[in-house]
């Protein structure tokens, strides 16, 4: 029966007539409603009013009036998704789910395809996807360290190349400024890793912190690897038992692979004997590894000498009233020492010399111009011998020049590196030692470039040894000047 709006109600003690409230749509339907049947409190259907009955206070919705439950918030249903699966039922004429978005768990990564899959159980549907590790770590400068140290802040080699490889298919990565690389890998697989540390390295790591192998066994699997490389050292000098003087300061970056009794600018000879290292300015720069220093005695001084140096022009004035013979530069000019057993020799133009004085012969050679050594030249130390070489102009020392004793005295003193394309500037670092027995001296610059490579970590790539029986053995020229008395 289909209710109205207004009502007769007849009470025991009278008729009483009552005007009741209309109904209203929300009072029908929860807000909840999932089929969206209503919207902003109107009714879209009348159906509404079959179902709900009045119950003396209020439109009760939870019972209708003629014993028919047409919709589940009509009749208090309570819905059921517990496991939501393919859009099933909810138990009150609704689903729980969309089954798009119902996937079964992932696979194992294949070791064959590297990859995994899932499907979809209500519509078949498959996914798959590549399964990857990373592989991460720091490659640093190991040069001061025994073991692997805790923090690696500021040791980090830039533009290294670490590779990973495996049976069938490798991978590399470059450090950025702090050292670290990462190396995304298929998984699951086994990884050697090698590492390129640049041209500055020994190639053999010195520290290898995690091992050099790497087994990646699923999806998202991770491994760190450290590794630590020996520094090649640049090429650097050092002197023995005798001073050293630079205008303009001193350097030479002495490796701290060098046994630390060996870690000094001038090393002491046999008796103990070592030398002072001065300059008028700059500074004397040894570089930075913990026990390096100047000498065993430590002897240093920031003093100069402004006054004429003693270069070509101060020993040719010097000599000029000593017996000198004319020498043509083409070979070695036959010794005619004389009674006071020395001769000295002086050349206008550019030589080369690669030959040494005899045993007991004292030779002086006044060049104005350049001199290119060839060969080695050794002093003998048997019996009384000298040679002294001043040039008004650069002396050179070629790269095959192993071993040169005696006074070197030039404007500029250069010993050059092997350089087999100099278009490019570079040093191909495959010099051997130059070891210099005597005094070497260049008034405007001495420019030191040998590179042996990693034998610079074991031996400087210029070794200078002082040797007093040099100036024991200086002929009269070098220490004597003649005076000519005139009496007024």
């Not at 073991?147 to 298919?169: D, F, K, Q, R, Y």
């Not at 912190?209 to 991770?222: E, I, P, W």
């Not at 005619?336 to 010399?353: E, F, H, L, S």
């Not at 030959?355 to 130390?381: K, M």
Request: hydrophobic fraction near 30%; glycine fraction near 12%.
């Amino acid at each position: 029966m289909k209710l109205v709006n207004k009502l007769s109600i007849f009470l025991a003690f009278g008729l009483v007539w009552l005007s009741l409230p209309e109904k209203v749509w929300s009072q029908c339907v929860q807000s909840s409603d999932p089929r969206g049947s209503c919207s902003g409190g109107a009714c879209l259907t009348e159906s509404c009013e079959e179902t709900c009955c009045f119950n003396g206070s209020g439109w009760d919705c939870t019972n209708n009036c003629d014993g028919e439950c047409r919709n589940w918030w009509e009749c208090g249903c309570s819905p059921s998704c517990g496991s939501p699966s393919c859009g099933q039922g909810d138990g009150c004429s609704g689903s729980c789910s969309n089954s798009d978005n119902t996937w079964g768990a992932w696979s194992a990564c294949s070791p064959v395809t590297y990859t995994r899959t899932r499907s979809n159980p209500c519509t078949g549907a498959a996914q798959t996807e590549n399964c990857l590790g990373n592989i991460t770590g720091t490659i640093f400068d190991a040069t001061d360290y025994a073991i692997c140290p805790g923090s690696m802040a500021g040791l980090g080699v830039t533009g290294a190349v670490t590779t990973a490889t495996s049976t069938s298919i490798s991978y590399n990565a470059t450090t950025n400024s702090n050292g670290a690389y990462s190396i995304s890998a298929r998984s699951p697989d086994t990884y050697q890793l090698t590492v390129d540390p640049t041209a500055d390295f020994v190639t053999v790591p010195k520290l290898t912190c995690q091992g050099s192998s790497v087994t990646l066994a699923g999806q998202g699997g991770a491994a760190t690897r450290n590794f630590g490389f020996l520094r090649i050292y640049g090429g650097w000098f050092q002197g023995v038992n005798g001073s050293m003087y630079g205008r303009t300061g001193i350097e030479s970056t002495i490796p701290g692979t060098m046994p630390l009794a060996d870690r000094h600018l001038i090393l002491a000879d046999a008796g103990g004997t070592d030398g002072l290292a001065y300059y008028k300015s700059g500074s004397l720069n040894l570089g930075n590894y913990p026990g390096v220093t100047v000498s065993e005695t430590g002897y240093q001084a920031a003093s100069g000498y402004d006054d004429n140096p003693a270069d070509y022009t101060y020993w040719k004035v010097k000599m000029a009233t000593f017996d000198q013979t004319v020498w043509n530069g083409l070979g070695q000019p036959v010794y005619a020492g004389g009674p006071n057993n020395y001769q000295i020799y002086n050349y206008t133009g550019d030589v080369t010399i690669n030959w040494s004085p005899s045993a007991g012969e004292r030779v002086i050679y006044l060049i104005n111009g350049n001199v290119t050594v060839s060969g080695n030249i050794t002093v003998s130390t048997a019996t009384p011998t000298f040679l002294m070489v001043a040039a008004n102009g650069s002396i050179t020392f070629n790269t095959d020049v192993t071993r040169v004793d005696g006074w070197w005295v030039g404007n500029s003193l250069n010993f050059p590196c092997v350089d087999t394309t100099p278009l490019d500037g570079i040093c191909d670092e495959t010099d051997v030692q130059f070891e210099g027995q005597g005094s070497f001296v260049g008034y405007n610059s001495i420019t030191l470039s040998r590179d042996q490579n990693i034998v610079n970590n074991s031996q400087p790539s210029e070794h200078f040894t002082y040797r007093p029986d040099l100036l024991v053995n200086a002929p009269e020229p070098l220490y004597v000047s003649k005076y000519i008395w005139r009496y007024q």
